[in-house]
């Protein structure tokens, strides 16, 4: 099944001929609809066969979790980034880390969105860049659990724009501005994902090819992320991981398109606007 969010607090289906209303089928009532599918006692099966209610043309997808508890961020998990972040001066080779080394590190909830919503690049002189993810979903509240059994514990997988401003500032500061964690198009259960260890995901930048890479040459797994996570906090369900980036990041600018697919489970198309902001122009006036 491929869960959307779309119109705001309605919960659906995504299927290649539309969107099932699974909202007025199943009698949900929330702001967050799939955290509450997620929480409650619901099967939505028993109508993946039912006609679309909507075309896609006629809805407007937004992030399928409108406000994850946590969103849990891998860095540095494919090896020709790291070698890129090192040639950019983005890290040192004294400096680079893996989630062993020093740990994951937390982006704000407020940056999600959804494809249709767009980014919003804050500044028009500060270098701005994306990063294609697969990150998926809990199913459940865990802790202390060993990477054999976080599998079992994963509701859905999705597609993840990581979008960070290059800088000195924190690594969670410089990626958790507004529309800064783009989430969609849909949450894909398991059972339609063939091996999350062993996807194609690709990324274009204006129609050209700017990241390329399998899944399978991550650093650490889907799983190892959730057991080493799951050391220093209970993860919750509706809890958002996201598994780092390959090579191939490079800046957005105002009017460029990005188009982002992870095979089985997805595309999305997402619009990048400017502010008529510039950094150096930002003052911080101390209180007291």
Known sequence: MRFVRFDETNLGLLTDDGVINLTSRLGIES????????????DASEYVDD???????????????????????????????????????????????????KGYFLKAPSSVVGPDHGIELPFRDRRVDHEIELAFVMADDVKDIDASNAWDHIFGYTILLDIS???????????????????????????????????????????????????????????????????????????????????????????DTVDAQIEDVGRMLVDVTERDTKFSDVNVQKGG
């Open 31 to 42: 702001h967050d609809p799939l955290q509450t599918y997620i929480r409650g006692d619901y």
């Open 165 to 255: 401003v290059r800088g000195d500032q924190d690594r969670s500061n410089r990626k958790s501005y507004d529309t800064f964690t783009v989430i969609g198009p849909a949450v894909v259960t398991p059972d339609e994902i063939s091996d999350p260890q062993d996807l194609q995901m690709e990324l274009q930048l204006n129609g050209e090819v700017r990241q390329d890479e399998n899944t399978g040459d991550m650093v650490y797994s889907c799983a190892d992320i959730v057991q080493y996570a799951s050391i220093g906090a209970t993860i919750e369900a509706g809890d958002v991981i996201t598994t780092g980036t390959p090579e191939g990041v490079s800046q957005l600018h105002d009017g």
């Open 51 to 101: 006609e679309p209610d909507f075309d896609r043309s006629e809805v407007q997808l937004q992030s399928p979790i409108r406000r994850p508890g946590k969103i849990i961020a891998a860095p540095l998990n494919y090896e020709n980034h790291i070698e890129e972040a090192i040639a950019d001066k983005d890290i040192t080779t004294d400096e680079w880390f893996s989630i062993e080394d």
